[in-house]
């Protein structure tokens, strides 16, 4: 198959979680944020550095967050740095597709039933930590 068009049903198959970006992301943009294209996704900072984030963001406890292509985080910075952890999770999104917005809270309501933390251990952190090497969690990062 045409590498466009398997790229193309990828946008369309993980559009449901990307569109949930476009208020979070339009919120940052109004934070004076920025966004960049970077590969195949669409990175939005509040802040080029993380020195410039506002403290009353930086005391949140996640460095960004994936949704489908777009990926939303408190700087350019911190994004750079957690970027392969968040592309793990695009692929996720591209794999999912509308299922993935079900199947991980799903994943976090399994690993609460057995006891375990609910974000720390949920499969799909797991599987992005264990092939980036990173976690998005600010008291880990820093
Ligand atoms: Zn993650």
Redesign the pocket.
């Known amino acids: 198959m045409n590498i466009r068009l398997v790229r193309l049903l990828s946008y369309i198959w993980a559009s449901p979680c990307t569109i949930l970006a476009v208020i979070p992301g339009v919120v940052t943009l109004l934070l004076v944020g920025s966004l960049r294209r970077v590969g195949h996704t669409v990175e939005v900072g509040v802040r080029h550095s993380q020195e410039q984030v506002p403290s009353w963001i930086s005391k949140y406890p996640f460095g960004a967050i994936t949704l489908g292509h777009v990926i939303i985080g408190q700087s350019h910075e911190l994004l750079t740095v957690l970027r392969p952890?968040e592309q793990v999770?695009v692929r996720q999104c591209e794999a999912f597709g509308p299922f993935f917005l079900v199947a991980y809270p799903l994943a976090s309501l399994w690993a609460l039933f057995q006891g375990r933390k609910p974000y720390e251990e949920n499969a799909f952190?797991l599987q992005?930590v264990q092939k980036s090497g990173f976690?998005?969690k600010m008291s880990e990062i820093t």
């Open positions: 952890h999770h952190e992005a976690t998005e």
